[in-house]
């Protein structure tokens, strides 16, 4: 059982929505049809007595199900979900108790496997806890992905290579680079899917996984339909992810300060006995700007401050850089 809790306009359309996310005609059967159990305002909370933990399908009605394409609702987004116990597996690792400093290789296009190398030990000496790929990075001739982390994993650097790519051999790309020495997987969660996230984490390939939410913003920017940004966040922890990227503060991204810290809050709170996430700020985020992020975010432990093209930036004071 599952229970959500949906922002619709007008709210007498909950019933439209339980019946089209279940059973989809009115003489359905009642053992699996949705029921709303509370009307609040302009929220409507609905049990799903059906739902499943695979994911692909619980995305296809709870998440980006056809009451997006219901002429029915002039809003609805889903803002709240009630998670069963040991319903998907979680991190694979704790969240350390304390503040990582995390940076991006770039430029993201155009290095070779030693540029990379070259880049990744220049980070990492300057106090990055991870290095990872940027999103645009796959495995292109120009910089192969096995080439790379080889070269990368020689320089000692603790590195999270991005395995996105062709569906069936994904497996096989994640093996391949933990057996070169790739301290993390990066996976563009939301274009490669949810269920990929999932499939790498019941892998149990022995490094942790950081989730890309590229893509994430089709289904959590707009506030008419879609998405909460921490509902998103919960999901994605909740396949998997070790690593959760929740925005910044910074005014690059389009999450507000709030959703920033809802989203820190669901890679932290107790999620149905799941291991805790890494909150990672990114976007925008810079030596100079670091401390001001985690005073906004307020917390100081298992939180992640994500330097990308500032991390490069010479003209930008570095006093702030050493957080940690």
Not at 184 to 198: I, P
Not at 224 to 251: I, K
Not at 266 to 274: P, T
Request: charge should be negative; proline fraction near 5%.
């Amino acid at each position: 059982m599952i229970r959500a809790t949906y922002e619709l306009d007008p709210v007498d359309a909950a019933e439209t929505l339980a019946l089209i996310e279940s059973v989809g005609r009115a003489d359905g059967p009642d053992d699996v049809r949705a029921r709303v159990v509370d009307v609040d305002g302009d929220r409507a909370t609905i049990e799903f007595p059906a739902a499943t933990n695979d994911v692909a399908l619980l995305v296809s009605s709870l998440f980006a199900g056809e009451w997006v394409d219901s002429a029915a609702f002039e809003r609805c987004r889903l803002v709240d979900v009630d998670w069963p116990a040991e319903f998907l597996p979680g991190p694979a690792f704790d969240a350390p108790d304390r503040v990582l400093v995390g940076a991006i290789v770039k430029p993201s296009l155009g290095l070779s496997p030693a540029e990379v190398a070259h880049t990744a030990a220049q980070l990492a000496a300057g106090g990055a806890d991870l290095v990872k790929d940027d999103e645009l990075l796959g495995d292109p001739a120009s910089c192969p992905l096995e080439e790379r982390v080889r070269a990368v994993a020689a320089a000692g650097v603790n590195y999270a290579a991005n395995i996105t790519g062709p569906a069936e051999t994904l497996l096989a790309r994640a093996e391949r680079v933990v057996e070169l020495g790739a301290g993390a997987l990066m996976l563009n969660a939301f274009a490669q899917g949810l269920d990929a996230l999932r499939a790498l984490r019941v892998a149990e390939l022995g490094v942790p996984i950081f989730a890309h939410r590229v893509g994430a913003a089709m289904w959590a920017r707009d506030h008419a339909f879609g998405v909460a940004p921490a509902v998103v966040s919960e999901l994605t922890r909740l396949c998997g992810a070790d690593y959760v990227q929740v925005g910044s503060f910074s005014g690059t991204v389009y999450d507000t300060p709030d959703d920033v810290r809802a989203q820190i809050a669901a890679c932290q709170r107790n999620l149905a006995g799941a291991r805790k996430s890494v909150a990672v700020l990114g976007g925008g985020v810079a030596p100079d700007n670091a401390a001001a992020q985690l005073e906004q975010a307020g917390a100081t432990v298992g939180v992640m401050v994500l330097f990308g093209s500032g991390a490069y930036d010479g003209s930008r004071p570095k006093k702030e850089l050493e957080i940690a």
